[in-house]
C-alpha cells in the first residue's frame, strides 16, 4: 500500500495531499486573493505566492493524514500544463523532498487528474468512460479507455468554457473569478437575451466568438439604456451561462451518441457550475446515461487528483528522473 505526496501548483492553489493505496487521506489548498484586484491570475504573483504556502501547506496535509515525512514512499507533482513559474515552484519542492529521502518522482499531467479526480472517492465510473472536462484553460472531450489511456475526440480551439465565464463577468464588473458569481446571479435571472454560440464543427468548441457577442450586446443595449447592466444584471448572467452550458451539453451529447458510451463523467473547475450539473443529470436521465461528477473539492484545482493518479502510475514502476521538467504545455 504505497502512501504518496502530491504536490500541485499549476495556477494559483497551492495544494498538497497524502494518498494511501488510491486512497485520500489529506487534501489541503492555499489560495491566493491577491489575484482579485487585478480581475485575474497575475502569474509574477502567483509563483511567489507558491514559494511562501508550499512548505506550510506540505506540513498540513502530513498532519491531517496522521503520517511523517518518513512514511512516504514516493512523490507526484504536477509537471504541466500550467503557468511555468507556478509549476516550477512545485517540481522544484518535488524533486527536493525526494532527493533528501530517496524516494521516486511520478509526473502527473494537470488534465489527466481532472479527469480521474472521478477515483477520488467512490461511485466510481468503469471503463471506458466519456468525460467533459472543463477548466479556466481547458475544455476538452475525452474517450477514458483505461486510467492512463485517455483519448481527446473534441477540444476548443480558442477560448476555453471557464475563460469565458471570467471575462463576461469583467465585462459586467463582476469579481474575479466570475463564474461562481455568474452562477449565483443566474438563479435569480431569466436568459432572455441571445448570443451567438460558433460551431467550429466536429466535436470541437469555440468560446471566442460569444465573448464578442456578448461584449457587442452589452454595448448596444448600454447605449440604449445607460443602467441596462445594473438593473438586468440576474437576466444577464443567466443569459451567459445558458449559452456556455448549452454549448457544452450539445456536443457532450453528440459525443456521447457517436461513441455509444452510457457512462459519462464531468470534469474540471467549471463542473461545480450548478446549471451545468443539472443539465447533466437532466441529459443523463433522458438518454440513459449513468453520471459522474466529483465533489465540489475535486472539482477545482487540488493535489488529491494528482495523488490518485499518481497511485495508478506507481503500481505500473512509471516514475520520473530528477532531470524531470515542468512544461507549461503539453
Given at each position: 500500500?504505497?502512501t504518496l505526496?502530491?504536490?500541485?501548483?499549476?495556477?494559483?492553489?497551492?495544494?498538497?495531499?497524502?494518498?494511501?493505496?488510491?486512497?485520500?487521506?489529506?487534501?489541503?489548498?492555499?489560495?491566493?486573493?491577491?489575484?482579485?484586484?487585478?480581475?485575474?491570475?497575475?502569474?509574477?504573483?502567483?509563483?511567489?505566492?507558491?514559494?511562501?504556502?508550499?512548505?506550510?501547506?506540505?506540513?498540513?496535509?502530513?498532519?491531517?493524514?496522521?503520517?511523517?515525512?518518513?512514511?512516504?514512499?514516493?512523490?507526484?507533482?504536477?509537471?504541466?500544463?500550467g503557468l511555468?513559474?507556478?509549476?516550477?515552484?512545485?517540481?522544484?519542492?518535488?524533486?527536493?523532498?525526494?532527493?533528501?529521502?530517496?524516494?521516486?518522482?511520478?509526473?502527473?499531467?494537470?488534465?489527466?487528474?481532472?479527469?480521474?479526480?472521478?477515483?477520488?472517492?467512490?461511485?466510481?465510473?468503469?471503463?471506458?468512460?466519456?468525460?467533459?472536462?472543463?477548466?479556466?484553460?481547458?475544455?476538452?472531450?475525452?474517450?477514458?479507455?483505461?486510467?492512463?489511456?485517455?483519448?481527446?475526440?473534441?477540444?476548443?480551439?480558442?477560448?476555453?468554457?471557464?475563460?469565458?465565464?471570467?471575462?463576461?463577468?469583467?465585462?459586467?464588473?463582476?469579481?474575479?473569478?466570475?463564474?461562481?458569481?455568474?452562477?449565483?446571479?443566474?438563479?435569480?435571472?431569466?436568459?432572455?437575451?441571445?448570443?451567438?454560440?460558433?460551431?467550429?464543427?466536429?466535436?470541437?468548441?469555440?468560446?471566442?466568438?460569444?465573448?464578442?457577442?456578448?461584449?457587442?450586446?452589452?454595448?448596444?443595449?448600454?447605449?440604449?439604456?445607460?443602467?441596462?447592466?445594473?438593473?438586468?444584471?440576474?437576466?444577464?448572467?443567466?443569459?451567459?451561462?445558458?449559452?456556455?452550458?448549452?454549448?457544452?451539453?450539445?456536443?457532450?451529447?453528440?459525443?456521447?451518441?457517436?461513441?455509444?458510451?452510457?457512462?459519462?463523467?464531468?470534469?474540471?473547475?467549471?463542473?461545480?457550475?450548478?446549471a451545468l450539473?443539472?443539465?447533466?443529470?437532466?441529459?443523463?436521465?433522458?438518454?440513459?446515461?449513468?453520471?459522474?461528477?466529483?465533489?465540489?473539492?475535486?472539482?477545482?484545482?487540488?493535489?488529491?487528483?494528482?495523488?490518485?493518479?499518481?497511485?495508478?502510475?506507481?503500481?505500473?514502476?512509471?516514475?520520473?528522473?530528477?532531470?524531470?521538467?515542468?512544461?507549461?504545455?503539453?
Amino acid at each position: 500500500m504505497p502512501t504518496l505526496l502530491a504536490i500541485e501548483s499549476s495556477c494559483d492553489d497551492t495544494s498538497a495531499a497524502v494518498v494511501r493505496d488510491g486512497r485520500v487521506l489529506s487534501n489541503v489548498t492555499a489560495g491566493q486573493a491577491v489575484h482579485v484586484e487585478y480581475g485575474g491570475v497575475v502569474p509574477e504573483f502567483a509563483s511567489r505566492a507558491h514559494q511562501r504556502n508550499i512548505v506550510p501547506t506540505v506540513a498540513v496535509a502530513l498532519q491531517r493524514a496522521g503520517v511523517t515525512a518518513q512514511d512516504i514512499q514516493a512523490v507526484a507533482f504536477t509537471r504541466g500544463p500550467g503557468l511555468i513559474g507556478s509549476l516550477m515552484v512545485g517540481v522544484s519542492f518535488a524533486k527536493a523532498f525526494a532527493l533528501a529521502r530517496d524516494l521516486p518522482l511520478i509526473e502527473v499531467d494537470h488534465m489527466q487528474a481532472h479527469v480521474l479526480a472521478h477515483f477520488a472517492e467512490p461511485p466510481y465510473p468503469d471503463f471506458p468512460f466519456l468525460c467533459l472536462t472543463v477548466s479556466g484553460g481547458h475544455t476538452q472531450l475525452i474517450v477514458v479507455h483505461d486510467a492512463l489511456d485517455q483519448e481527446i475526440i473534441g477540444y476548443t480551439i480558442d477560448d476555453a468554457a471557464g475563460e469565458a465565464f471570467d471575462k463576461s463577468g469583467k465585462l459586467l464588473g463582476l469579481p474575479y473569478p466570475a463564474g461562481p458569481e455568474i452562477d449565483r446571479l443566474a438563479a435569480a435571472g431569466t436568459p432572455v437575451l441571445q448570443f451567438a454560440q460558433p460551431d467550429p464543427g466536429e466535436l470541437n468548441f469555440s468560446f471566442s466568438g460569444l465573448k464578442t457577442s456578448i461584449l457587442y450586446t452589452l454595448q448596444k443595449k448600454a447605449k440604449e439604456d445607460p443602467g441596462y447592466v445594473r438593473d438586468h444584471l440576474p437576466d444577464i448572467c443567466a443569459a451567459v451561462q445558458e449559452a456556455i452550458v448549452s454549448t457544452l451539453i450539445g456536443k457532450l451529447v453528440t459525443a456521447a451518441e457517436q461513441t455509444g458510451l452510457k457512462q459519462v463523467a464531468l470534469a474540471g473547475g467549471v463542473s461545480a457550475n450548478s446549471a451545468l450539473r443539472a443539465r447533466l443529470e437532466a441529459e443523463g436521465q433522458q438518454r440513459g446515461w449513468t453520471t459522474f461528477v466529483p465533489r465540489l473539492e475535486y472539482c477545482t484545482d487540488n493535489a488529491a487528483m494528482i495523488g490518485v493518479t499518481a497511485n495508478f502510475k506507481y503500481v505500473k514502476a512509471l516514475f520520473a528522473g530528477q532531470d524531470v521538467a515542468p512544461a507549461a504545455r503539453f
